[in-house]
């Protein structure tokens, strides 16, 4: 059957607007996930709905998301090619600390802790007070990396409205330690543990705890 007139043309776009919202919800949803492969197969198909959108800013929306994507299947090289590709300035303005916090992250995991440093300050120098906030744990990671472990502590311990993640977690615990407060690296590993999954941070937390029980300074 064919719709015609306006009321087919409402109809029509109707169905296409909620095709669209559902795939859109779809790959959201997977973002919250921790299902790789099925964070790409939400990806791919979110992507579909605006292959044929030229608009620099759609552009630099998805390659934030195909980036985010890249760093989630630690393919971080193309990631952090994604990101360069990427038009900062035809991203959203409520994108910007998303960019920069990928960009931070990506360039930590390659080794360059110095590169994201200078990132994540650009942030913290001409960001809003909530993205100076979002990222304050973020120069903490970091900091703890170039084994600036006072400053790092200090940033870490800073309470956060949403769920502590168990890589913040697990840098405030090797702050502690670095800085011989091994008791507290104690109980923030275990903090680590104490969190649902077994992610990278929970094996990294086992290794750490075992290395200090081996030594024992802390007792």
Request: hydrophobic share 45%; aromatic share 8%; proline share 3%.
């Amino acid at each position: 059957m064919v719709l015609v007139g306006a009321a087919g043309v409402a109809v029509y776009y109707g169905i296409v607007f909620a095709a669209h919202r559902l795939r859109h919800r779809a790959y959201f949803r997977a973002t919250t996930g921790h299902d790789v492969p099925a964070l790409r197969a939400a990806f791919e198909r979110y992507s579909e709905l605006f292959c044929d959108d030229a608009r620099p800013g759609v552009r630099a929306h998805l390659s934030l998301h195909e980036a985010s994507v890249l760093a989630q299947e630690h393919r971080w090289r193309e990631a952090a090619s994604c990101l360069e590709r990427l038009d900062v300035h035809a991203a959203h303005p409520n994108e910007a600390v998303g960019v920069a916090s990928l960009r931070a992250y990506v360039l930590a995991h390659l080794g360059d802790d110095a590169g994201a440093l200078a990132v994540i300050d650009d942030v913290l120098a001409k960001g809003t007070a909530e993205e100076r906030a979002q990222m304050t744990h973020v120069r903490g990671i970091v900091l703890q990396r170039l084994g600036r472990n006072e400053e790092a502590l200090d940033l870490l311990s800073i309470p956060r409205d949403r769920p502590q993640r168990a890589g913040s977690l697990f840098y405030l615990g090797e702050a502690r330690r670095g800085l011989g407060r091994f008791d507290e690296a104690v109980e923030t590993y275990e903090n680590v543990l104490g969190l649902p999954g077994d992610s990278e941070w929970h094996r990294r937390a086992r290794e750490a705890l075992a290395s200090l029980q081996r030594s024992a300074p802390f007792r």
